[in-house]
């Protein structure tokens, strides 16, 4: 096959799988006669989208700030911490088993004490967003430090640079393809974390809308839903894919990495 | 005359060492300015614990090391190295990577800033120098491994350091890079006169450039051996196979194949 062409079903590719998929579904339903209680068929959730989409846009949009949010604050934390964990080997060795223990905690478990120390609104979906999405951004963070190059530190340190040169010249930059890295896995789950606080503790988001969808038996609403959390994760994703490009671009050079 | 670097009756062992085992032993070693000084020897006799001694990036545990009439107690900030691995920042140009040592060291530190196209022009004159002319803006990865080579030790060289500190700088390149290599450094050092210290498994290396070279035993490493190499200089690729050439590298061969059957 040309390059030409072969790029050109590479990119089709996607589209055609997907559009496969849910055919399939579809078929699938009709064919065993699958009542829409257990699983609606893709038309049925196509038009329980276009008959609550109004509904389903107003709390998609909160649940997307909730998780930027908690994100966010996943982010400025989980920097902050790595550098430390990166830097110094005794903060290292001191928090490890702390977080691990912290990040082996079911998050839905931390949810009820949220409610009772905030109550229901916004700060629960936040804060378990950024509880369930900090740990892999502070492990890779610090990673990068941890990793610099002896060889590229002794060049520096001969010179007379302090820590802090070495960190600022050296080791930031290097632990950027790390972060950014991380981020992909961070944001969704941050999302995870911001529906699973909506479920449980809000009165917006996506995650009440399935609450109650889900109390009131509304099967094909449900699934409009998770349509909808589906497109939204696969859109922060790319976003996320998107920055991480323009970021670090010297560290994708490799041609195993574009095959 | 004192010599620019004297490392007297140094002993060393690594915080971390396992068997408590001196790296060196005893060592010692004189280099005069401006001399270019080599140290041989088989594997894993110490000579890079010898490159951290000289710069300051370990202390001996016993004896003393002296640079430029100070004895080291911190690292010497007038020293310039480079590896076997180029170590440049793959996230920086060529050029960038190039000034990364001024971004270090004072003044440069403190004038880069305000003086940044006096800088560059250097930068841009040193590549030219060792045959990279115009390929700063390119990053160290689009460059083949010879020239990252080139490149490193311009970097090891941009703030005009009294010592030059070489730890196997060819070792991963190809005969004919190397040899290539060998002349760059040859006529940078004829250029400015820095003192260099460089560390190489290469015999026929350490005799082309250097004016002294010492041989080290295996662990613990000590100074087995040290000859004068009194070769004219300028020296051509074409010294290489002269017979006087041929003669000491014979020599030191004998020092080492000695010092490895001791082992």
Known sequence: ?259 | MPAFVDIHDVTHVYAGAEDGAPAVQDLNIKVMEGEFAAVVGPSGCGKSTLMKLATGLQFPAKGTVIVDGREVGAPVKIAGMAFQNPTMLPWRTTLQNLLLPLEVVQPHRSRLRSNRAEYVAKAEALLEQVGLKGQGSKYPWQLSGGMQQRASLCRALIHEPKLLMLDEPFGALDAFTREELWCVIRDLHAAQRFTVVLVTHDLREAVFLADRIFCMSSRPGRIIAEREVDLPRPRDLEVTYTQPFMDIVHELRAHIAHARVAA
Request: positive net charge; glycine residues 8%; contains cysteine.
């Open chain 1, 1 to 259: 096959m040309s390059r030409r062409r072969r790029d050109r079903s590479l990119a089709l590719a996607p589209w055609l799988f997907t559009i496969g998929f849910f055919l399939l579904w579809e078929i699938g339903c009709r064919a065993f006669k699958i009542s829409s209680y257990v699983l609606p068929p893709p038309s049925a959730i196509l038009e329980a989208l276009w008959q609550y989409r109004t509904q389903i846009g107003y709390h998609s949009f909160h649940t997307l700030w909730m998780t930027l949010a908690g994100f966010g604050l996943a982010v400025g934390f989980g920097l902050l911490l790595g550098m430390a964990l990166g830097a110094s080997r005794f903060v290292n060795a001191g928090t490890y088993p702390l977080l691990v223990g912290f990040n082996a905690v079911p998050k839905v478990a931390v949810v009820p004490i949220l409610v009772i120390w905030f109550g229901v609104g916004w700060q629960a979906p936040v804060l378990t967003a950024f509880m369930i999405s900090f740990f892999p951004i502070v492990v890779n963070v610090a990673t990068g430090l941890a990793t610099i190059e002896p060889e590229a530190e002794d060049v520096l340190r001969a010179l007379g640079a302090s820590k802090r040169d070495i960190i600022v010249k050296v080791g930031i930059p290097r632990s950027m393809p790390y972060f950014f890295g991380s981020l992909k896995v961070a944001i969704t789950l941050a999302y995870v974390g911001s529906v699973i606080g909506e479920y449980n503790a809000s009165n917006v988001g996506v995650g009440n809308l399935m609450a109650r969808a889900s109390a009131d038996f509304n099967v094909p609403l449900l699934f409009a839903a998770l349509i909808a959390l589906a497109v939204l994760g696969v859109v922060m994703y790319a976003i996320t894919v998107i920055v991480e490009r323009r970021m670090t671009g010297w560290a994708q050079r490799s041609n195993f990495a574009a095959a």
